[in-house]
């Protein structure tokens, strides 16, 4: 994923095959935007990243969402960016997100960068979950 961002603060993400790239944004346009390239799964939100243990939808367990708890303001929606296709979502995963009251968007990784680009610029309370 490469991450670029449009407004101070904000993360958006490009997809890079095997990758995470985000990019961090500054306050003026003309400001070049360093680009870091992160190996892996992560979990993204409108101003961080962090790196995420699963690397497969079989990975992806309640424990592995938990901080979807603690962030603030509290995501309404999470992106599951499942790898080159779609993938069904295990059905723990959807009671325990169903039990925070948060609506969930499994697509491929490249489909979810865009949704997860669509909602942030959009001001949403969105959270980005990407294989």
């Known amino acids: 994923m490469h991450a670029t961002p449009r407004h101070h603060g904000a993360v958006r993400l490009r997809p890079v095959q095997h990758y995470a790239a985000l990019q961090p944004s500054f306050p003026h346009p003309a400001t070049?935007?360093?680009?870091?390239?992160?190996?892996?799964s992560v979990l993204v939100?409108?101003?961080m990243?962090?790196?995420?243990?699963?690397?497969r939808i079989s990975e992806v367990t309640p424990d592995?969402?938990?901080l979807l708890e603690v962030l603030k303001p509290a995501p309404e929606v999470l992106v599951l960016?499942?790898?080159?296709?779609?993938?069904?979502?295990?059905?723990?995963?959807?009671?325990?997100?169903q039990r925070?009251?948060?609506?969930?968007e499994v697509l491929d990784s490249r489909n979810a960068t865009g949704y997860f680009n669509v909602l942030?610029?959009?001001?949403?309370?969105v959270v980005g979950a990407l294989l």
């Open 32 to 40: 070049p935007h360093p680009l870091a390239q992160v190996p892996g």
């Open 45 to 47: 939100s409108h101003d």
């Open 49 to 55: 990243y962090f790196m995420w243990r699963p690397r």
């Open 64 to 66: 592995s969402l938990m």
């Open 81 to 97: 960016g499942t790898g080159a296709t779609p993938q069904k979502l295990p059905p723990a995963v959807r009671e325990y997100l």
């Open 100 to 104: 925070l009251g948060m609506r969930v």
């Open 120 to 125: 942030n610029d959009e001001g949403r309370a």
